[in-house]
């Protein structure tokens, strides 16, 4: 293998939506340096950040039937059973929810939690609170999905945060997604709420790392008790 190949294998893909971004992190960091060297190195730091927020990187998803992955990279904020958003209309019941908090430092590339038809997309305005707060999940710009899977219903919200203002869906209502599929992406800073059958078992913790596409949060088939975990 060739050095040229070494480099491009080891090279993290950039998502398209964030070129645009990138490009104009770019020309103010090449106007800052124009004026002050010192401050061109703070536009081109700045710049390494916009590309490596924008990063979709590959990922390696468990295929087991019943196995609830991912949405979203970042540190698991919220376990426990919500109502669901009412524009979703998956009922006025609680569902199993595990919430996912994205700091401006995660990929922020969302994946399908499971495979599922898309039976509803609901785009609801709110507030920019930070993401990582309970009531973000009621107050907060969302974008919602419902995905309906041979396990059941499945609602899957992106959630605005402190920072984010803008969620991009590349889904459409009636497509189907296989699980680990990119579905969606946050800009800049967020969260992403996902709704389980009630006798789903939740695989993690509150304070846990999660990774798209390949970290279970939860198990739709065993009959065992749901894990416990300790803080070391």
Same mark, same amino acid.
């Given at each position: 293998?060739?050095?040229?190949?070494?480099?491009?294998?080891?090279?993290?893909?950039?998502?398209?939506?964030?070129?645009?971004?990138?490009?104009?992190?770019?020309?103010?960091?090449?106007?800052?340096?124009?004026?002050?060297?010192?401050l061109?190195?703070?536009?081109?730091?700045?710049?390494?950040?916009? *590309?490596?927020?924008?990063? $979709?990187?590959?990922?390696?998803?468990?295929? /087991?039937? #019943? @196995? &609830?992955?991912?949405?979203?990279? !970042?540190?698991?904020?919220?376990?426990?059973?919500?109502?669901?958003?009412?524009?979703?209309?998956?009922?006025?019941?609680?569902?199993?929810?595990?919430?996912?908090?994205?700091?401006?430092?995660?990929?922020?590339?969302?994946?399908?939690?499971?495979?599922?038809?898309?039976?509803?997309?609901?785009?609801?305005?709110?507030?920019? *609170?930070?993401?990582?707060? $309970?009531?973000?999940?009621?107050?907060?710009? /969302?974008? #919602? @999905? &419902?995905?309906?899977?041979?396990? !059941?219903?499945?609602?899957?919200?992106?959630?605005a945060?402190?920072?984010?203002?803008?969620?991009?869906?590349?889904?459409?209502?009636?497509?189907?997604?296989?699980?680990?599929?990119?579905?969606?992406?946050?800009?800049?800073?967020?969260?992403?709420?996902?709704?389980?059958?009630?006798?789903?078992?939740?695989?993690?913790?509150?304070?846990?790392?999660?990774?798209?596409?390949?970290?279970?949060l939860?198990?739709?088939?065993?009959?065992?008790?749901?894990?416990?975990?300790?803080?070391?």
């Amino acid at each position: 293998m060739s050095v040229i190949d070494s480099v491009r294998k080891s090279l993290v893909p950039v998502h398209p939506e964030g070129y645009i971004f990138i490009a104009g992190f770019a020309i103010v960091a090449f106007v800052l340096h124009w004026l002050s060297p010192t401050l061109g190195w703070i536009g081109f730091i700045a710049t390494a950040w916009c *590309v490596y927020f924008f990063r $979709d990187p590959p990922r390696v998803t468990p295929l /087991r039937e #019943g @196995l &609830v992955v991912s949405p979203a990279d !970042g540190v698991i904020c919220s376990i426990g059973f919500f109502l669901p958003p009412a524009e979703l209309g998956l009922g006025a019941e609680p569902m199993q929810r595990v919430s996912v908090f994205m700091s401006v430092f995660d990929c922020h590339v969302n994946r399908a939690p499971i495979t599922g038809r898309i039976a509803r997309i609901a785009y609801r305005p709110g507030l920019f *609170v930070n993401a990582d707060l $309970d009531k973000a999940s009621e107050d907060n710009e /969302r974008n #919602g @999905l &419902v995905i309906d899977a041979p396990q !059941g219903r499945f609602g899957v919200v992106q959630i605005a945060g402190l920072v984010a203002r803008r969620i991009v869906c590349f889904a459409q209502e009636g497509e189907t997604l296989g699980v680990g599929d990119r579905f969606g992406l946050i800009r800049f800073g967020s969260r992403v709420d996902v709704y389980m059958p009630t006798h789903a078992k939740p695989t993690v913790a509150i304070g846990s790392r999660a990774i798209a596409g390949e970290t279970v949060l939860a198990d739709l088939t065993t009959s065992t008790p749901a894990l416990s975990f300790k803080a070391g």
